[in-house]
Nanobody, 120 residues
Framework: QVQLVESGGGLVQPGGSLRLSCAASGSIFTIYDMGWYRQAPGKQREWVALITNGGNTNHADSVKGRFTISRDNAKNTVYLQMNSLKPEDTAVYYC??????????????WGQGTQVTVSS
């Protein structure tokens, strides 16, 4: 059993910053890609950022230059530093991990989500 638990969400004013964390635990052999997604009310879930286990990153155009994904492989944790937040960043943020529970067993696991609200 594998769990991903996000933390760090909250209410912030426009222009402010938040740092999200997502810690994976359980029967983990290794984790390949880890990513962040978000879902705003009435909209589909969208991809935000991705980081490989080697540290290569990619960010959606809508957050490029403002958000930064990083990870600590020793802690099985992925982070999302969010700066210059805008009201349109308001959403539930989810992390996803491409997790191997053994050398032959692999699947995606999702966290439960953390709410980010950007409002004055």
């Amino acid at each position: 059993q594998v769990q991903l638990v996000e933390s760090g969400g909250g209410l912030v004013q426009p222009g402010g910053s938040l740092r999200l964390s997502c810690a994976a635990s359980g029967s983990i052999f290794t984790i390949y890609d880890m990513g962040w997604y978000r879902q705003a009310p009435g909209k589909q879930r969208e991809w935000v950022a991705l980081i490989t286990n080697g540290g290569n990153t990619n960010h959606a155009d809508s957050v490029k230059g403002r958000f930064t994904i990083s990870r600590d492989n020793a802690k099985n944790t992925v982070y999302l530093q969010m700066n210059s937040l805008k009201p349109e960043d308001t959403a539930v943020y989810y992390c996803k991990g491409d997790v191997y529970t053994s050398s032959w067993s692999r699947r995606d696991y999702w966290g439960q989500g953390t709410q980010v609200t950007v409002s004055s």
